[in-house]
């Protein structure tokens, strides 16, 4: 029977089965038998087939041959960068930037890493093309200085043709056309074909981190799929014959801000090679989204839309794929801590997560409940080995999702009303809605011109596609105009400086006070050999016991001093990971180059910042014991005055439950716990049940601080030695900051101390004003609420019962129209609107059914107010006083509305009120006549009768002209 399977029967088997852990441990025999059958039957007898692997099988051959190569496997890095000058993780190497600047001392001299990237430059190309991702895994292995261009090419071609085993013949070369050692290696020691080594120009084939950092030229290995296509006229750029799917980059150079290039210390090896490309190539599949790494995310959004994807059209295709592509873009920026919101990072999640939503609605997904965590769901399953931590976050990326998608729909349901809008207004004017209006609804209600374009088209409007294609790139010409790139050497000098030193050595665990030598100077970003007295200076030393800003926790204060000379340092920041910089003053005194200092920290300072970083992960153990483990830190600050805890929670926490979680912090500090610190590897710490904080990035090698039996983290912070240090911790607010966020803020240690003082010396002082005892202030409090309250209500009615008797002589402005009609718009100052209201309702009353109230009043503060009150025969006649009165408001630049018999509204520009009553009274007056009125004027006597149309049609087709006399319209 393995026979009768073709290649793609294959691959499809193997993605079903990687769904299923105990079906695939037993039919993964089955599967080979059937993948070798396939391959033994191949007529392609001169050319040897490449074997069938999963993605998991891909990446662990990738990483399991160079370990066996002397590379040290580390971890993927977190999507959330330190390097500030991009916004997301975009390539393998940037954790390792440092190194490669000579900022950071390497740790290893080669490693190997599969790493979570994440690019959005194309996104617009994501399902449409076989190869453009948002999200991908990128496999590298790198050289710090060890090996160079011969043992990395030399790598890379036996990896590809007898791990991979990638037929030679099938294989390309591109190389920089300037780099003829390259060339050679490919020619003379690979044994590369020249026919087959393409040099190529600067775009193609000269690697750049960015617009300042690492860069060297690189090669690229291209696997051909249509050989048959011959070897004239090749274009490596042909997607539909070329997939490039290694890059090895020789980094030898730093780009500068000026543009100079400046040779690199050691010269480094960065490679890459996607993950998804040669997945695509040995699964035998048309495009990366068929891969086992993506296809059953696909298969799940077909099923929750009920379409087969193999039989769909190319346009529901791209919308699975881009489901695909984006759901696991999303999953892994929510596992690293990233929230949707409208700026930076938040601001690109958002938008993927929308573009899911979109095209789920799209291809017909129409779930009552949320169906982005069901997709997730089945990334989270492939997640394991990229990054085993993403299924350990999978209940915070579900709630993230479906957070996100309930908010959208919303949006998208608002969106449809206003469709329905430009519709109509279409129908009736031109039959065509702009192009404006359509970009409105894609930008800023998330329709696609696709949905747009078919609700028109069901109402026989067109839309206009030239004009939502115009707005369309004035936006991105306005977005590319506001994009401001981050230059790593924004602050040159500093970075200058940072290359040259390296790092800085500190002892502040442990010394609050060492003699150090002044390494640099600089003054408004520039190097300089001297400071004076009053100069604001950064300064770098050899050595510090000043702590630098991170985790968090705040810098240092202090000085710098010797005998003639007086520093005082009021923050410590780290450049490049490891090089501390001193911001301070020079109070007296001239400090040089060279100089040696007494480095002294300001220590009751730090001990108030200890004594808030040990109470903050204190507060976290508490946190997930009273509300839950699913509970994740979201950000911190660790102050001398106080400490903040950001933490994801739906609701506000309880005051019962806040009671409780500072009971078991106080607990703990009373108990005398001692602080562990040690150094590890990280998969250690993890097994020690060490808490990693949401979001944050860690090496290899981690620091671990446990308070036995209470709490234990990754942490570089500095902690106090035994709880009782602590002294106490006093929570004084909760709140929320964003949705599903949550903000705990508390003292403690002598920052709670004196926040007691403060709260008892105010008990006293209200308890004497007050003259009852601290204990009955509660009661008493509340008895003066309940007087206020009564006083209050007693003076409302008091100043309604004084409007009314006002409004009484109003009556003698009131205008009576035609018909019975009775109209009062008039003024009353330095009335409530409360009172207002009760004066326009006693108005209309006395005026009867068929009289309008139009009442407005100005407050000493330049506040309107704006009262209608319509009896039912003018509501009848089609008035609406909500209508009105929102109308007129706008003239005071207010607005407002209310029921169609009774409406307010207020204002902010008191000035215009006399022109607001005047347009209201304009508006009364055109009210028609009530129908009842028409009926009623055809008893009159005075009304005539005519017949129209030949005596002798049947009396349906006859007509009645009817010409009433009364009322203001014939």
Request: aromatic share 6%; hydrophobic share 35%; proline share 3%.
């Amino acid at each position: 029977h393995t026979r009768s399977y073709h290649v793609g029967d294959v691959m499809a088997m193997r993605v079903r089965v990687a769904r299923n852990v105990p079906f695939r441990r037993a039919a993964c025999g089955v599967i080979r038998r059937c993948a070798s059958t396939v391959q033994n039957d191949t007529k392609e007898t001169q050319e040897r087939i490449p074997p069938l692997l999963t993605g998991r099988e891909i990446r662990n051959k990738f990483l399991e041959f160079f370990e066996q190569r002397g590379h040290r496997r580390l971890p993927s890095s977190s999507l959330v960068p330190e390097d500030p000058t991009v916004l997301l993780t975009i390539a393998g190497m940037l954790q390792f930037k440092p190194i490669f600047l000579g900022q950071m001392p390497r740790q290893f001299p080669r490693v190997t890493t599969t790493q979570k990237c994440i690019r959005t430059k194309d996104i617009e190309n994501v399902g449409v093309t076989a190869r453009h991702h948002t999200f991908f895994e990128m496999l590298g292995n790198f050289s710090f200085g060890d090996y160079f261009k011969r043992e990395a090419i030399e790598l890379a071609w036996e990896l590809s043709t007898e791990i991979f085993c990638l037929p030679k013949e099938r294989l390309w070369i591109s190389v920089f056309r300037e780099d003829d050692e390259a060339y050679d290696i490919w020619k003379d020691a690979v044994g590369v074909s020249e026919s087959r080594i393409i040099r190529m120009g600067e775009e193609d084939n000269y690697w750049v981190s960015g617009p300042t950092g690492p860069c060297g030229p690189c090669s690229e290995l291209y696997y051909d799929m249509h050989p048959e296509r011959g070897m004239d006229g090749v274009d490596l750029d042909d997607g539909s014959r070329f997939i490039e799917f290694y890059n090895l980059v020789f980094m030898e150079s730093n780009r500068l801000s000026d543009g100079k290039m400046v040779p690199l210390q050691n010269k480094n090896i960065d490679t890459g090679m996607g993950l998804e490309r040669m997945a695509q190539i040995l699964q035998r599949v048309p495009n990366n989204y068929e891969t086992d790494l993506i296809f059953p995310i696909v298969s799940k959004a077909a099923e929750l839309a009920g379409v087969d994807y193999k039989a769909c059209n190319s346009k529901t295709k791209v919308s699975l794929k881009v489901i695909g592509d984006h759901i696991r873009a999303a999953v892994y920026l929510i596992s690293d801590g990233v929230n949707a919101s409208n700026v930076g990072r938040g601001y690109i999640l958002r938008r993927l997560i929308r573009r899911v939503v979109r095209s789920g609605r799209l291809i017909g997904i129409q779930n009552e409940n949320c169906f982005t965590p069901s997709l997730a769901a089945e990334a989270i399953k492939l997640s394991g080995d990229c990054d085993p931590t993403v299924q350990e976050k999978e209940y915070q990326i579900l709630e993230e999702l479906e957070k996100e998608e309930e908010r959208f729909s919303n949006t998208l349901d608002r969106g449809e009303k206003l469709l329905e809008e430009f519709l109509e207004k279409s129908k009736a004017t031109s039959g065509t809605l702009s192009g404006k209006d359509a970009f409105l609804l894609y930008d800023t209600y998330g329709f696609p011109l696709e949905i747009t374009q078919d609700a028109a088209a069901e109402q026989n409007v067109s839309v206009d596609v030239p004009g939502f294609e115009l707005e369309m790139a004035k936006q991105r010409r306005q977005s590319r105009a506001a994009r401001q790139e981050v230059d790593l050497t924004k602050q040159a000098s500093l970075a200058k400086v940072a290359e040259s030193l390296g790092s800085t050595l500190f002892v502040g665990y442990h010394e609050l006070e060492v003699s150090s030598t002044v390494e640099a100077l600089l003054i408004d970003g520039e190097v300089v050999e001297e400071a004076l007295e009053g100069d604001e200076v950064e300064i770098i030393l050899n050595t510090t016991c000043f702590y630098a800003e991170s985790g968090g926790q705040v810098g240092d204060h202090g000085s710098l001093s010797r005998k003639d000379v007086h520093v005082t340092i009021t923050d410590c920041q780290k450049v490049s990971g490891s090089l501390y910089v001193h911001l301070g003053s020079v109070e007296s005194g001239k400090i040089t180059t060279g100089m040696t200092l007494t480095a002294r920290v300001d220590d009751s300072l730090r001990k108030r910042a200890v004594a808030h970083h040990s109470a903050t992960h204190l507060l976290q153990s508490a946190l997930k014991q009273v509300l839950g483990d699913s509970v994740a830190q979201k950000g911190s600050l660790v102050g001398f005055d106080r400490l903040r805890f950001d933490f994801n929670f739906p609701k506000p926490v309880a005051s019962s439950d806040l009671d409780v979680v500072e009971k078991t912090v106080n607990e703990w500090i009373a108990q005398n716990i001692e602080s562990k610190v040690a150094t590890m590897e990280i998969e250690t710490a993890k097994k020690m049940g060490a808490l990693a904080t949401f979001g944050e990035k860690y090496g290899s090698t981690v620091r671990v601080v446990e308070f036995e039996g209470a709490s234990i983290e990754l942490c570089g912070g500095c902690h106090v030695e035994n709880t009782s240090e602590i002294g106490a911790m006093k929570i004084i607010s909760e709140g929320g900051i964003a949705s599903g966020i949550r903000r705990i803020e508390a003292v403690a240690g002598p920052s709670a101390l004196e926040y007691l003082t403060a709260r008892e010396k105010i008990v006293r002082d209200v308890s004497l004003a007050l003259r009852v005892r601290p204990e009955e202030l509660l009661s008493r409090i509340q008895v003066l609420q309940h007087e206020l309250l009564a006083s209050k209500k007693e003076a409302e009615e008091l100043r309604a019962e004084i409007a009314i008797l006002k409004s009484e002589k109003l009556l003698e402005s009131v205008i009576q129209l035609e018909g019975g009609r009775c109209l009062l718009v008039s003024r009353m100052d330095g009335v409530s609107p409360g009172a207002l209201s009760e004066a326009a309702q006693t108005l209309q009353k006395r005026m009867g059914d068929n009289g309008a109230a139009v009442l407005g009043s100005a407050s000493a503060e330049g506040k309107v107010n704006l009262v209608a009150a319509f009896g039912p025969q003018v509501v009848s006649s089609g008035a609406n006083a909500g209508k009105l009165v929102g109308q007129v408001a706008k003239i005071c630049s207010g607005g407002g509305g209310g029921r169609p018999n009774l409406a307010q509204a207020g204002g902010r520009d008191a000035s215009k009120l006399p022109d607001a009553l005047e347009r209201a009274k304009e508006l009364l007056i055109s009210i028609p006549i009530d129908d009842s009125v028409f009926h009623r004027a055809m008893e009159d006597d005075s009304t005539k009768r005519n017949t129209i149309g030949p005596p002798d049609l049947p009396g349906e087709h006859n007509c009645l002209l009817l010409t009433c006399k009364k009322g203001r319209k014939k």
